[in-house]
């Protein structure tokens, strides 16, 4: 977990997906990927149950949140479609699908934290 920790901050400093300031949060170019990559569509449309696996009216701690929202978006099972063109996006913009998904799991912890 600590090597993809590093990774994402490394790989962050050139893709400028997310300030790394506390809490984290997106900045346009991570809002844009996104949208491109279809992984905001994705949770988007799963926004209900993806909530609902995190959890998040159960914690106070904000920060728990979001460590829900890295690892359910880390280890979630994308449908083919949603993974391939994932991939793709990925691969044609030179970024790991790790980042992409950190950036989904800051999306989703916003939407849980608005909930709330």
């Known amino acids: 977990m600590r090597n ?39 949770v988007d449309a799963h926004r209900r149950s993806l909530l609902a696996a995190l959890n998040a009216e159960s914690v106070a701690d ?9 690892g359910l978006l880390a280890k979630l099972t994308l449908d083919e479609p949603v993974a391939r063109h994932l991939s793709t996006f990925a691969f044609s913009n030179d970024m790991s699908t790790t980042i992409l998904r950190r950036a989904a799991a800051i999306y989703l912890r916003d939407l849980a934290v608005a909930q709330s």
């Open 4 to 42: 993809t920790q590093l990774s994402i901050k490394a790989e962050n400093v050139s893709a400028k997906l997310f300030k790394s300031g506390s809490p984290v949060s997106l900045t346009s170019a991570g809002y844009h990927a996104l949208a491109r990559c279809g992984l905001r569509s994705f």
């Open 62 to 70: 904000r920060y728990e949140v979001q460590r829900r929202a890295f």
